[in-house]
């Protein structure tokens, strides 16, 4: 059974371009979650998904950050015109039903913005 | 503001003896706390929880202890491994049920053979 899929694992981006991130979770798993780490800071919330639902996003951004889980394929977070304060490790997990935390983490993206 | 705080960044220990990481928080609303460890290039693991209505759970090796008066608590590690080696982020979960966590900013552990 595979785990949380993140690709791509590294991605670059030239400021004012499109970052698009994916995440598929682990088979069974309904519940997705975004979180984004900075440099030398903990992880932050981002949003939190069910399969076509948007359930909680008051981590994300008010511009330019947009996520989805559709019904079929994976669940993709984007970042419109990234600029360089948005080069971060972009964390997806996975869960089979709410968890409180107790969910499966993928090995993230590294967004680098150049 | 920092909800959540691990104030060592750093932690250096000998084989086989015990590994002591503390996490301080300042938001009444949590009721629910989270260990997971992490290892460079990879996720977060997690590895132990706590409600705030219990002090102490235990799982093998790993023992987390709740202070709801100090708002404290702490990761105890018995034996510490070389494989522990790793940052280990402590979280934290608001009453009602909530799916959101909020983590504090990691403290590096290092075992010694």
């Keep these: ?41 903990g992880l932050k919330f981002m949003v939190y998904l ?18 989805e889980f559709p019904k079929e394929g994976p669940s993709i977070l984007r970042i419109q015109q990234v600029v360089r304060g948005d080069s971060a490790a972009y964390f997806c997990a996975s869960s089979p039903s709410r968890s409180r935390g107790g969910y499966t983490f993928g090995s993230g993206t590294r967004l680098t913005v150049v | 503001d920092q909800q959540v705080k691990q104030n060592s960044p750093s932690l250096s220990v000998q084989e ?27 996720g977060p693991t997690f590895l132990i929880s706590i409600s705030s209505i219990k002090d102490k759970n235990e799982d093998g090796r ?29 979280a934290a979960s608001y009453q009602g049920g909530s799916e959101k966590l ?12």
């Excluded at chain 2, 202890?65 to 940052?87: C, E, M």
């Design chain 2, 62 to 90: 790993f023992t987390v202890f709740l202070n709801k008066s100090a708002k404290h608590l702490s990761l105890h590690i018995v034996p510490s491994q070389p494989g522990d080696s790793a940052v280990y982020f402590c």
């Design chain 2, 16 to 42: 086989g003896r015990i590994s002591i990481l503390n996490c301080d928080y300042t938001n009444s609303m949590f009721d629910y706390f989270l260990w997971y460890k992490k290892y460079p290039a990879e």
């Design chain 2, 102 to 113: 909020v983590f504090g900013k990691g403290t590096k552990l290092t075992v010694n053979p």
């Design chain 1, 50 to 67: 069910q399969k076509e639902n948007i359930i909680d996003e008051s981590g994300m951004p008010k511009e330019r950050f947009s996520a």
């Design chain 1, 1 to 41: 059974n595979a785990g949380v899929m993140q690709n791509p694992r590294h991605l670059v981006r030239r400021r004012g371009q499109e970052a698009r991130l994916r995440c598929s979770p682990m088979k069974g798993h309904s519940h997705v979650y975004w979180y984004r780490q900075l440099p030398e800071e």
